[in-house]
């Protein structure tokens, strides 16, 4: 979820970045309107036809503000998962910090990793755990 989060809205904060830098050469939000009138959407759910005939500084005033919203829902969605894989999860802060587990929290997060770490040792070949790489 985080990595589509990053690439879908940041993608798009990045696309309102550069129509804020370039207003009269990428008109985003007129070409969007027309392609939302064409669907019908705007029109099912009340809000009627879009304008796609849009000023530079409405533009403008558009990206700003689909460009604020989208980074402060990027910045909560990254700080939800920084909360989440440290503080937020037991064991998830100490397993980084001492890179040890106990084997409940290994079998419901890392599975398939346990179970290569069981055969290896039931195997007894001196191969040891299974690294990142295997």
């Known amino acids: 979820m985080i990595f589509w989060s990053v690439i879908l809205f940041g993608g798009s904060i990045?696309?309102?970045?550069?129509?804020l830098l370039f207003p009269f050469d990428l008109p985003l939000f007129a070409k969007s309107f027309h392609l939302l009138n064409a669907t019908g959407?705007?029109?099912?759910?009340?809000?009627?036809?879009?304008?796609?005939q849009l000023a530079?500084?409405?533009?403008?005033?558009l990206a700003q503000a689909w460009?604020?919203?989208?980074?402060?829902?990027?910045?909560?969605?990254v700080f939800a998962h920084i909360y989440?894989?440290?503080?937020?999860?037991?064991?998830?802060?100490?397993?980084m910090g001492t890179g040890e587990v106990d084997e409940a929290?290994?079998?419901?997060?890392?599975?398939?990793?346990?179970?290569?770490y069981k055969a290896a040792e039931r195997e007894g070949d001196g191969r040891g755990a299974p690294t990142a790489a295997e």
């Not at 959407?41 to 796609?52: K, N």
């Not at 894989?85 to 397993?95: C, L, P, Q």
Request: glycine fraction near 10%.
């Open 105 to 116: 929290w290994a079998e419901q997060h890392h599975s398939i990793w346990l179970e290569e």
């Open 84 to 95: 989440i894989g440290s503080v937020g999860m037991e064991g998830a802060y100490d397993a």
């Open 56 to 61: 530079p500084q409405e533009e403008m005033q």
């Open 41 to 52: 959407l705007p029109q099912a759910i009340g809000l009627g036809e879009l304008p796609i």
């Open 67 to 77: 460009h604020a919203i989208l980074a402060f829902v990027l910045m909560a969605i």
């Open 14 to 19: 990045s696309l309102t970045g550069i129509s």
